[in-house]
């Protein structure tokens, strides 16, 4: 059977998608807002596809007294690989946009919603390392305190609040991942319907 094809207007979106995913590998994807009285213009942590910015040397001096890991570019072998997952899927978007295979766009979809799934899986277990593994020798330790910062949303870490959410590129991704399962779906429904 021929594999049938995405209406044009779909493959339009497909193909924005696709452009607009370039953009990620230039604008942060995520950051860590942290709020103290001592800090009123607040400090925040920005994550970009390929390093970390924002206040970071800041951060690194906060953390050294509870015990963190300093955060260093190089120790993330996410910002080896990211770019070129990035890089993938907007391509994938454009041969989706360029051949109008609904087999090809239900594909995409599925390995777009698995990345993101395993994405949030691996930020979460950095954000774990980072809080729970702490030296013995800080100079301020709290029995059981842990300072693993929140997924998504906000958590007060002693005297900070900690917000994590997603920066511009990480709503153009989730963007992008809403317009393909729109296009799925509507083309499973015209498909039923027949």
Not at 48 to 73: C, Q, R, S
């Amino acid at each position: 059977m021929k594999d049938q094809k995405v209406k044009s207007w779909m493959r339009a979106v497909i193909g924005l998608c696709g452009v607009a995913l370039i953009a990620i590998l230039f604008v942060p994807m995520w950051r860590i807002d942290l709020d103290a009285p001592q800090y009123p213009e607040g400090l925040n942590l920005l994550i970009y596809a390929n390093k970390l910015g924002g206040n970071v040397d800041i951060i690194n001096g906060l953390n050294h007294y509870i015990g963190m890991k300093t955060l260093h570019d190089e120790d993330f072998i996410e910002f080896k690989i990211l770019p070129f997952v990035i890089i993938f899927f907007s391509l994938g978007f454009l041969w989706v946009a360029f051949s109008g295979f609904r087999k090809w766009m239900n594909v995409l979809f599925v390995s777009f919603v698995l990345f993101g799934v395993v994405a949030m899986v691996d930020f979460w277990k950095w954000e774990y390392d980072y809080g729970h593994n702490l030296s013995p020798d800080a100079a301020i330790i709290v029995p059981g305190m842990s300072y693993q910062p929140p997924l998504i949303g906000f958590k007060q870490l002693l005297n900070f609040g900690a917000y994590s959410i997603p920066d511009v590129g990480g709503w153009i991704f989730i963007a992008a991942g809403l317009a393909l399962l729109s296009c799925v779906v509507l083309t499973s429904l015209k498909t039923k319907k027949k």
